[in-house]
């Protein structure tokens, strides 16, 4: 079974461009996360999906994020435009939840890097 | 709403135990721990739920007191493959909020 999958591995951009993160989720799990560790340090919730609709988006930073789940599959996390605090590693999770029991599985991560 | 874990940070000698804490301000239905290594993505260790579970396999277990919010996971004779940094994750009662807590960086050493 193919685990969770992002893409790209690392991007290097300029404050002020538009980055998009993709994540593709286990087949079948309805649960997406987006998570951001910033210089090592806690990772940092930031929004979380059911199917297509946002559960909850309290850890979104800022209106310069946007997270969209197209048709309940992937998910597509957009920075525009970047600034310099937006560097750090972006996670995502994706987990089929029973009941309480929510077994999240965690992407590689893609690097964000903003110069 | 985050969960605060303790020690920030351990060295330990192969051999010695370990104590991680995490505590969460609101009442919480379950506890799951993640161990991640410098440059991979967090792996899941274990979900404690409500009704003061305790749970482990192999040398790493983990205990959770629903009424202190508290849960403890526990490295005996730890191994240099247990370095990482340890989260805790927290699901509230009403299982729409999931926070990692603020990790605890373990090295063990030979």
């Known amino acids: 079974e193919a685990g969770v999958t992002q893409f790209p591995s690392h991007s290097v951009i300029e404050k002020g461009q538009t980055v998009t993160l993709r994540c593709d989720p286990i087949?079948?799990?309805?649960?997406l996360y987006w998570y951001r560790r910033v210089m090592g340090k806690e990772i940092k919730f930031l929004l979380h999906f059911v199917k297509e609709s946002k559960q909850d988006e309290s850890g979104m930073p800022n209106n310069r994020f946007l997270a969209e789940r197209t048709g309940g599959t992937y998910s597509t996390l957009k920075v525009q435009p970047a600034e310099l605090e937006d560097s750090g590693v972006y996670f995502c999770?994706?987990?089929?939840?029973?009941?309480?029991?929510?077994?999240?599985?965690f992407g590689p991560g893609t690097r964000l890097t903003v110069t | 709403q985050q969960p605060v874990q303790s020690p920030q940070a351990v060295i330990l000698r192969e051999g010695e135990d370990a104590v991680i804490n995490c505590s969460s301000s609101?009442?919480?239905?379950?506890v799951h721990w993640y161990r991640q290594k410098h440059g991979e993505a967090p792996i899941f260790l274990m979900i404690?739920?409500?009704?003061?579970e305790q749970k482990g396999h192999d040398k790493i277990s983990a205990s959770f007191n629903e009424k202190k919010q508290q849960s403890s996971l526990y490295l005996t004779a730890s191994q240099l493959s247990y370095s990482g940094t340890y989260f805790c994750?927290?699901?509230?009662?009403?299982?729409?909020?999931?926070?990692f807590g603020t990790g605890t960086s373990l090295t063990v050493i030979p």
């Open positions: 994750g927290t699901l509230d009662l009403t299982g729409n909020q999931f926070y």
């Open positions: 404690l739920l409500k009704g003061g």
């Open positions: 999770a994706s987990s089929h939840r029973t009941g309480f029991v929510d077994e999240q599985y």
């Open positions: 087949s079948g799990h309805d649960n």
């Open positions: 609101k009442a919480l239905y379950s």
